[in-house]
């Protein structure tokens, strides 16, 4: 397959000016655990031209039960295991790496996204990326998670808008301390209402 085969593909789903729109972006996954691998494989499948992902972890067994890797990715390195999958499912996306944990002091990792998707797992690295990206670059849109874990209804999960550039998806109200685990469906729900949210705002459509 040719990228020009891909591309056509592409186009035939979505028309040639909107798959310009995804093919020229660039989008930020922080974090590629159950948020952040189901949002990276569904910006990959659309299309979107370029990603970055960041992630300091490895693969870990207890991992496999909602994050998209496979048993024989055990132990690498998340960020060079999601790259590994997506070279399959999007050969011609353009992926960039970083095997860190971004903080306060490299959030100038991001400088060069368009949009940035918060897919973290600890409140305070959510705070820390949410409030860096509004106060720190205005100009960038933020797309977050609160609220997925248990065996709610999935109907609870919403994406909810803030201001001009934040939406935050997931039901802002579970937590998976108090509900003891997360799910695979729930959390890939809340991971498709950010992916989704980000194509929109690919295509224009900023409301929600």
């Not at 095997?99 to 940035?116: M, W």
């Not at 934040?166 to 109200?173: A, E, P, R, S, V």
């Not at 998976?176 to 498709?192: E, Q």
Request: aromatic share 6%; glycine share 10%.
């Amino acid at each position: 397959m040719t990228e020009a085969e891909w591309l056509k593909a592409l186009e035939q789903r979505h028309g040639a000016e909107l798959q310009q729109n995804f093919s020229s972006a660039f989008v930020a996954v922080c974090g590629l655990g159950g948020l952040g691998s189901n949002v990276a494989i569904s910006l990959a499948r659309a299309g979107v031209g370029t990603l970055l992902l960041i992630d300091f972890d490895r693969v870990d067994i207890s991992n496999l039960h909602r994050q998209q890797y496979r048993v024989s990715q055990l132990g690498m390195y998340k960020t060079e295991a999601m790259k590994q999958t997506l070279s399959e499912i999007s050969p011609y996306c353009n992926i960039i790496t970083h095997t860190v944990k971004l903080t306060e002091e490299n959030l100038s990792l991001i400088a060069d996204c368009g949009i940035v998707c918060e897919c973290f797992d600890n409140a305070e690295c959510k705070a820390m990326l949410v409030n860096g990206v509004t106060e720190g670059y205005p100009e960038k849109y933020i797309v977050a998670a609160s609220g997925m874990s248990g065996l709610h209804t999935g109907n609870s999960i919403t994406t909810k808008k803030f201001g001009k550039r934040l939406y935050i998806c997931g039901d802002g109200m579970s937590d998976v301390n108090d509900d003891g685990t997360l799910f695979a469906p729930r959390v890939m729900l809340c991971a498709a209402h950010q992916a989704n949210t980000v194509l929109r705002i690919i295509a224009g459509k900023s409301e929600v």
